[in-house]
């Protein structure tokens, strides 16, 4: 992948500005968050919600072959941020939080802080479940992101015959004679 000028021209002064966004896909209400201070508006429109140093991500990184790791989250501040109806909005959110989207990318910043062309995406995921600890003044919210790759030893649901077939491509008649085969004597070599 070639590296935009703009960034190379960074690089070559020896200082590369660049931040982490994050996307939650929840069910009413997608969030755009980024892991620094203050919000960012990128270059395509969106705002990101600047969250500053309460969001924790675990277990991205790089992994060799086709490793399927999971990824956790954590939201953690006083209750003054973590207030009481967040806590109780994330403990009845299972529907809108399970099977949905997620993703992290990094956007880079000029000298003055604004973003330098399309962010790049680095983890996509699916979010599985949201727990809540508290403990004194700490709260906590942990997500856990399970990675695409976790369900693709999950036999799919279907089996090899005309119905299932047909379903999937309406057209395809490659199963439709299956069922007469089976006490079927075949001839060979016919000579």
Known sequence: MKMPDVIAAMRAEGRINAG????????NDPYFCFMGFGNVTTTDGQLWKGLGDAVTIDGIGQVAGTVANNVTVRLAHSSEVITDPMIQKTINAPSLVKGRRFFTAVQFFDR??????KYLTTYVGIMDKMTVHSGGDLREIILNVESPLVRRRTPRPSN?????????????RAFEFISGLKEKVVQWPRF
């Not at 982490?20 to 069910?27: E, I, M, N, S």
């Not at 003055?112 to 062309?117: F, I, L, M």
């Not at 090899?160 to 395809?172: E, S």
């Open 160 to 172: 090899f015959d005309d119905r299932d077939q047909k379903y999937l491509y309406p057209n395809d």
């Open 112 to 117: 003055a802080w604004q973003p330098v062309g």
């Open 20 to 27: 982490r966004l994050v996307y939650f896909g929840f069910a």
